[in-house]
């Protein structure tokens, strides 16, 4: 069975720190890759994603994903944190070809002091 | 405005005592789903529609009931409501399935519902 690891429950960071969490997920196919983010109070936003291609991805307010196939892993990177990054952070997974499933992982919450 | 409607967002409930937890969408979506966020656990998927009169259980669907007899609509049932199912739960929607043709289907979540069940 898919799953999905975030290692880091809580991390707080200043603002201009950088960032960079981890997510690792376990399944032996292909994947896509996901990471989500919800801000205090809000529904769940995509941030970025992987398909296919090149393995860095971009994706929106700065933020960017490094998927390692090696490593089974898929972490998040921003070069300069601000306040309005406060949020939490879930990684996500889908087998290639099971298009009804995102496994998500347990999800980081970041906080980011001024 | 295209969205996702819950209701209620917030409930305070006693075992036993049968509630519903309505979803609604605007966009004429194929793909409807449930999820309960638990700290620690993440997003755990309950129940999904792949479209009208098409339901199938998640990962976590013990307690849990749902229908889809319209496309709009997913309500979420819980028949007897047990503590260990207070919650936070949302309801997403997209096009078609997240992945469904190689592509993703961006999924709309909803505010969610915070349930306390005592």
């Known amino acids: 069975a898919q799953s999905v690891s975030q290692h880091n429950h809580h991390v707080i960071l200043s603002e201009a720190a950088s960032l960079e969490l981890g997510c690792n997920y376990s399944?032996?196919?292909?994947?896509?890759l996901f990471w989500y983010v919800q801000y205090p109070g809000q529904h769940l936003q995509l941030l970025l994603k992987?398909?296919?291609?090149?393995?860095l991805v971009k994706g929106i307010k700065g933020f960017e994903a490094e998927f390692i196939k090696s490593k089974f892993s898929f972490n998040l990177r921003k070069p300069s944190v601000q306040w309005s990054d406060t949020a939490e952070y879930f990684c996500?997974?889908?087998?290639?070809?099971?298009?009804?499933?995102?496994?998500f992982g347990t999800g980081t919450l970041l906080a980011v002091q001024p | 405005e295209a969205q996702v409607t819950q209701n209620p967002r917030y409930l305070i409930t006693v075992t036993g005592k049968k509630l519903t937890v309505t979803c609604s969408q605007n966009m004429n979506h194929e793909y409807m789903s449930w999820y309960r966020q638990d700290p620690g656990l993440g997003l755990r998927q309950i129940y999904y529609?792949?479209?009208?009169?098409?339901?199938d259980k998640g990962d976590v669907p013990e307690g849990y009931k749902v229908s889809r007899k319209e496309k709009r609509n997913f309500p979420l049932i819980l028949e007897s409501p047990s503590p260990n199912q207070t919650s936070l739960y949302f309801c997403a929607s997209s096009l078609r399935a997240p992945t469904s043709g190689g592509n993703y289907n961006e999924q709309f979540f909803g505010p969610g519902t915070r349930l306390t069940v005592l």
């Open positions: 992987y398909f296919s291609g090149d393995p």
């Open positions: 529609s792949m479209n009208v009169e098409v339901t």
């Open positions: 996500a997974v889908n087998a290639r070809g099971a298009t009804n499933k995102l496994i």
């Open positions: 399944y032996g196919g292909t994947v896509n």
